[in-house]
C-alpha cells in the first residue's frame, strides 16, 4: 500500500523518549483505579488506620472498588491521579524511551547486532534511573490513594504540589524516596 510503508529513518530519542511517557499516562488512566484498589487493600490492617466496628473492610478488588465509589464517590478512584501521571512521564519516558539508546552505549563497536547481555544491561540501568526519578511522584501518588481509607477523612495535601513540599518540610527530601 503507498503511503503505508515504515519509515525508513528510526525516531529520535526525543520522540521515543514523550511517546513512551504518553503511552504510559494512556495505560495509566485505564488502570488507576485497580492500582487505587491494590493500595487500599494493602494498608487495610495498617495501625494508623484503626479497626472500629464500623470501620470500612474491603474485600477483593471489586468489593473495593464498589466501597469506595459507595462511601467516597467514584472521584475517589481516581484520588492522586495528577503524581499518577507525573510518575508515568518520567518513569516510562526514561525506562522505554531511552533503552535503545543506552543499549547502543553497551553495544562492542561494530556488533552486526546486540547481544544479550547488552540489552539485559540497558534494561536494569534504564530501569533503576528511572526508579530513582520517579520515586518522589510514587511516593505522593500512594498517599493520595491512601488518603481515603483515614477514618476522620481528613486530607493532609491541598493538592500535588504541596505534597511535594509538605513532605520535603516535614521528612526532609529523602522523605520523598521512601520505600
Same mark, same amino acid.
Do not use: H
Given at each position: 500500500?503507498?503511503?503505508?510503508?515504515?519509515?525508513?529513518?528510526?525516531?529520535?530519542?526525543?520522540?521515543?523518549?514523550?511517546?513512551?511517557?504518553?503511552?504510559?499516562?494512556?495505560?495509566?488512566?485505564?488502570?488507576?483505579? =485497580?492500582?487505587?484498589?491494590?493500595?487500599?487493600?494493602?494498608?487495610?490492617?495498617?495501625?494508623?488506620?484503626?479497626?472500629?466496628?464500623?470501620?470500612?473492610?474491603?474485600?477483593?478488588?471489586?468489593?473495593? =472498588?464498589?466501597?469506595?465509589?459507595?462511601?467516597?464517590?467514584?472521584?475517589?478512584?481516581?484520588?492522586?491521579?495528577?503524581?499518577?501521571?507525573?510518575?508515568?512521564?518520567?518513569?516510562?519516558?526514561?525506562?522505554?524511551?531511552?533503552?535503545?539508546?543506552?543499549?547502543?552505549?553497551?553495544?562492542?563497536?561494530?556488533?552486526?547486532?546486540?547481544?544479550?547481555?547488552?540489552?539485559?544491561?540497558?534494561?536494569?540501568?534504564?530501569?533503576?534511573?528511572?526508579?530513582?526519578?520517579?520515586?518522589?511522584?510514587?511516593?505522593?501518588?500512594?498517599?493520595?490513594?491512601?488518603?481515603?481509607?483515614?477514618?476522620?477523612?481528613?486530607?493532609?495535601?491541598?493538592?500535588?504540589?504541596?505534597?511535594?513540599?509538605?513532605?520535603?518540610?516535614?521528612?526532609?527530601?529523602?522523605?520523598?524516596?521512601?520505600?
Amino acid at each position: 500500500m503507498v503511503g503505508l510503508k515504515p519509515p525508513e529513518v528510526p525516531p529520535t530519542a526525543g520522540i521515543r523518549f514523550v511517546s513512551a511517557g504518553l503511552a504510559g499516562c494512556i495505560a495509566d488512566l485505564c488502570t488507576f483505579p =485497580l492500582d487505587t484498589a491494590k493500595v487500599r487493600l494493602q494498608i487495610q490492617g495498617e495501625v494508623r488506620i484503626p479497626r472500629t466496628i464500623g470501620a470500612v473492610r474491603y474485600r477483593g478488588v471489586f468489593g473495593t =472498588l464498589s466501597t469506595m465509589v459507595r462511601m467516597e464517590g467514584a472521584r475517589s478512584l481516581y484520588s492522586g491521579l495528577a503524581a499518577g501521571l507525573q510518575r508515568q512521564m518520567s518513569f516510562a519516558s526514561i525506562r522505554i524511551g531511552l533503552y535503545d539508546s543506552v543499549k547502543q552505549l553497551y553495544t562492542p563497536k561494530g556488533a552486526e547486532s546486540t547481544g544479550l547481555a547488552p540489552r539485559v544491561l540497558a534494561g536494569c540501568t534504564t530501569g533503576a534511573v528511572a526508579v530513582a526519578c520517579a520515586q518522589p511522584t510514587d511516593v505522593v501518588k500512594v498517599r493520595f490513594q491512601a488518603n481515603g481509607a483515614l477514618l476522620d477523612g481528613a486530607r493532609r495535601y491541598s493538592g500535588t504540589v504541596d505534597a511535594y513540599r509538605t513532605i520535603a518540610r516535614e521528612e526532609g527530601v529523602r522523605g520523598l524516596w521512601r520505600g
